[in-house]
């Protein structure tokens, strides 16, 4: 039986270090379902698909995941009120130069109530490349961005990585099982080395923000009676019905999740 963190625990863990892991969200066979579509979509390409944001717009499995009950549950007492932002799937195939380099999300906002749900469809961990944090960066001021060089950068639509260095013996490595995630606040610095390993580095990525800050963006209100009027409200989207024929679920997928 796995032994879960209180609440009350996560949340002060929370905002001490900036980041809590590892926190127990899926059972690993559960896990393996979303995996599952995952590897529909890797084979509708049938090459590599290392970055894919905003599948909840568009994947009514991916809604279901951003809107579970026990992340909502885990982020009311860290945020107040929750609305999702985005999400992204980020995959570190094996023995692949790819990587994230250090950076602080709210790099380019002004926000100050926003954090990251990170989970595990695989095994997470330094030698496929887990994340990275410096624990308390998060309190301290934004810190200068400058543009990343490297043609390895997995995040490479932000293009952007910290103007300071980060030594080792400051960081702390958030290996995660299947099913299992980490919760890092906006501000704290965070990236991720190269995946040497012989398996998989597959996580979803969520971004969460308290809906008072959503001006004129596409959200999730996770309580409909306390939707703020200058933000749209994401509904759960239909089926795509034809996902099982790889050539047409490719053609959906191009124009929405790789053009948005």
């Known amino acids: ?63 279901d995941l951003v809107t579970h009950p026990k992340i909502i549950e885990l982020l009311t007492p860290i945020l107040g009120e929750v609305s999702v932002l985005g999400s992204q799937i980020l995959t570190k195939y094996p023995n692949t130069d790819t990587f994230v380099p250090w950076h602080q999300d709210a790099m380019k906002n002004e926000w100050n109530d ?64 299947p099913g299992e995630a980490s919760i890092h606040h906006q501000n704290i610095i965070h990236g991720s080395q190269a995946n040497g390993s012989d398996f998989k580095r597959i996580g979803f990525a969520i971004r969460y923000l308290h809906p008072k800050y959503a001006k004129d963006m596409k959200v999730i209100y996770i309580n409909p009676e306390k939707r703020y ?26 124009t929405r999740i790789f053009s948005h």
């Open 1 to 63: 039986m796995i032994k879960e963190k209180p609440l009350s625990k996560i949340t002060t863990t929370f905002k001490k270090d900036g980041a809590v892991f590892p926190i127990r969200i899926l059972s690993e066979e559960k896990t393996q379902r979303y995996r599952d579509e995952f590897e529909k979509i890797e084979a509708a390409f049938n090459e590599p698909v290392p970055y894919m944001r905003n599948l909840h717009r568009y994947l009514p499995w991916a809604y």
């Open 229 to 254: 009027p200058t933000a749209t409200h994401i509904e759960r989207p239909e089926p795509f019905l034809n996902e099982k024929d790889p050539a047409l679920y490719k053609k959906f997928l191009e």
């Open 114 to 177: 926003s954090l990251t749900v990170w989970l595990a469809f695989s095994r997470s961990c330094v030698e496929n490349g887990c994340m990275q944090v410096v624990p308390g960066s998060h309190v301290n001021l934004k810190h200068k961005h400058v543009p990343s060089s490297s043609k390895d950068n997995l995040i490479g639509i932000y293009n952007l990585e910290i103007d300071r260095e980060i030594h080792e013996s400051e960081t702390l490595n958030l290996e995660l099982a």
